[in-house]
Nanobody, 117 residues
């Protein structure tokens, strides 16, 4: 059973920054593409950023140039650096691991990010 634990969320003013962390159990990072999703109240869960096993990244248009995803396979950690935050970035952010062999997705419990003055 893969466990993903997010941390780093909180309340920040518009224009501020936060760094989210996702701690993964076992060796999942060596066999999974990792991603961050978010879900705002009343909206569908959406992909924010993805990083493949070999380090290729892609981002939602709404966060390009502001957010950066990275991974540290040795520490089983995935990060999401969020800069120039906007109120519309307010959501619960979820870490996702997509096992490339089993095609099984694993999810964390989510961390709340609130951007407000």
């Amino acid at each position: 059973q893969v466990q993903l634990v997010e941390s780093g969320g909180g309340l920040v003013q518009p224009g501020g920054s936060l760094r989210l962390s996702c701690q993964a159990s076992g060796r999942i990072l060596s066999i999974a593409n990792m991603a961050w999703y978010r879900q705002a109240p009343g909206k569908k869960r959406e992909l924010v950023a993805r990083i493949s096993i070999d380090g290729n990244t892609n981002y939602a248009d709404s966060v390009k140039g502001r957010f950066a995803i990275s991974r540290d396979n040795a520490k089983n950690l995935v990060y999401l650096q969020m800069n120039s935050l906007k109120p519309e970035d307010t959501a619960v952010y979820y870490c996702n691991a997509a096992n490339i062999y089993s095609n099984i997705d694993s999810w964390g419990q989510g961390t709340q990010v609130t951007v407000s003055s």
